[in-house]
């Protein structure tokens, strides 16, 4: 399994940015599929984006052009930029290597004036 750390959540108003950071240990990190979700309340969890070994990303459609993720592959890290937040962008968001089973313990991320 691949150990997953989330950092860079918290509370933003409308329309800034925040850079969520996952950091990861153990298996080869770069030779998996890695992805960012979030769950808000009441509702299911939710596939953000993801991004594939050669660095080909895939976004849900309410985030494209709004948010980016990427990976640094030397420092075992993917990232997830997200710009103009929204009020309903507001959930725990979490890093996964979904075709390991792996999943980062969340980081919360509000978006209120």
């Known amino acids: 399994q691949v150990q997953l750390v989330e950092s860079g959540g918290g509370l933003v108003q409308p329309g800034g940015s925040l850079r969520l950071s996952c950091a990861g240990s153990?298996?080869?990190?770069?030779?998996?599929?890695m992805a960012w979700y979030r769950q808000a309340p009441g509702k299911q969890r939710e596939l953000v984006a993801g991004i594939g070994v050669s660095g080909i990303p895939n976004y849900e459609p309410s985030v494209k052009g709004r948010f980016t993720i990427s990976r640094d592959n030397a420092k075992n890290t993917v990232y997830l930029q997200m710009n103009s937040l929204k009020p309903e962008d507001t959930a725990v968001y979490y890093c996964?290597?979904?075709?390991?089973?792996?999943w980062g313990q969340g980081t919360q991320v509000t978006v209120s004036s």
């Open positions: 153990g298996r080869i990190f770069s030779a998996y599929f």
């Open positions: 996964s290597a979904p075709h390991l089973g792996s």
